[in-house]
């Protein structure tokens, strides 16, 4: 079959696979390929077991796969063809070097820009899909145009919005796509390219175009905007832990004036994922760079205060538990930094697991889809003090505390008296996603400590 027009995307992650997914699935006349270094994820995504969980994922592959969605490792040959290339790779915050531990590691996406110069022949719209440094766009322009005699290349942004867990959804139903050109006929027209594949299935009028940069920065903004939410009322759960007011309350009580809004206000043991704190680290070295550090402080908070949220959760564990946990059984419910996805990134659990081991506790880590990646993320731990079982009754036998990390449904509905039964007494519950039914659980014998709301103790 002739297709009308050829899509790239390079990276096969969390974000490139699935969007390039829906985009195959409406757009049938489109050939839609997706391209990774990493051959073992390519050889995943044509497999019936794809390398990430995401409800409903399944389904919008089988449709398009082998019809308009291919997968490949050869790079080179998928730009050659390409009319559209989406650049999906990630770009970690910097370990080395300058603004080490904020800003974005670029290699993977100057390389990769590298790549599409000397493998393209004719003119190419390049968008980037990965979260970057607002004006990386220029540069690429600049690194794309330059020996380009022959060739010319638009560099858009088009920041991906969707969140794990609810990627289809999200991708499905967007509350906007928003597409970043320059403002020249050609900018203007290669926008356009773009926002014509949305339109096969977004409404126009969801579908927002402004300047290069006011794309990337709006990526960064939102995604802070978002966790500063998250941080703000995990402090305020602090808060409410010393006055006895209760956290959900709270947030149900703000959240009815329409100013703020009920999202986004769940206190917990803090926000993970690949994106918010590297997007604010991002934010915050933007700023120390163009001069601007109470800006820069401001919006460092939001990540002092999630990291604090973590080691409170810890120190609060040990107090309760008589201010030692060492050789102490603690199961640890759930290990992703979300529910509804195996992806561990920033998860809080890491974070926490490293905490107990530190005070040579014995955490058993149990979790739905993430065990492989906790086992991956925690190597480096010492092995007789971590242990992974995927059935959560087992992880909780012989257990001193039970901690729940990630908000699984299936954790609320397990059979506590069952689990109470098989635990060290007296057995504790520490909820870091407020999902359980405090007096229920104290009903049945354990001493119960959530989030921001009162809990019950036994002791
Ligand atoms: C990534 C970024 O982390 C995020 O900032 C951005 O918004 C979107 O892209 P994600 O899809 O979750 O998010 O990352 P990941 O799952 O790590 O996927 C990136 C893929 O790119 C990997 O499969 C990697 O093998 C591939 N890659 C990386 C290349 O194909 N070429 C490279 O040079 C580097
Ligand atoms: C986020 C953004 O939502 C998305 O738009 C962007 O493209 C990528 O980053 P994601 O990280 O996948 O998506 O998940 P999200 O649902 O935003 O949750 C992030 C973290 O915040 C999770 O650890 C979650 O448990 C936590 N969270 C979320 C809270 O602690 N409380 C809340 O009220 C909401």
Redesign the pocket.
Known sequence: MEFQKKVLC????????PTMAVIASKCPEVKVVV????AR?IADWQSADLP?YEPGLDAVVKTAIGRNLFFTTD?SSAIAEADIIFV?????TKTFGIGAGKASDLQ?WE??ARQIRECSHSDKIVVE????PVRTAEAMERILNANAEHVHFDVLSN??FLAEGTAIQDLLNPDRVLIGGPETDRGRAAVEEVAALYAHWVPRERILTTNVWSSELS?LTANAFLAQRISSINSIAALCEETGANVEEVAHAIGMDKRIGPKFLHASIGFGG??FQ??ILNLVYLCEHFGLPEVAAYWEQVVSMNAHQRTRFVSNMIAKMFNTIVGKRIALFGFAFKADTG?T?ETPALYVTRELVEERAHVVVTDPKALENARRDLADLPQDLVTYEPDPYKAAEGAHAIAIMTEWRQYKELDYRRIYASMEKPAFLFDGRNILDVDALYDIGFSVYPIGRPGKSRL
Do not use: H
């Open positions: 390079i990276g096969a992650g969390y974000v490139g696979g391209a990774d270094i990493n994820r990430i790079v999906s790779v990630n770009t970690p993977y390389k990769t899909k990965s979260t970057l920041p991906e990526k690949s994106c590297k997007d992806d990134r």
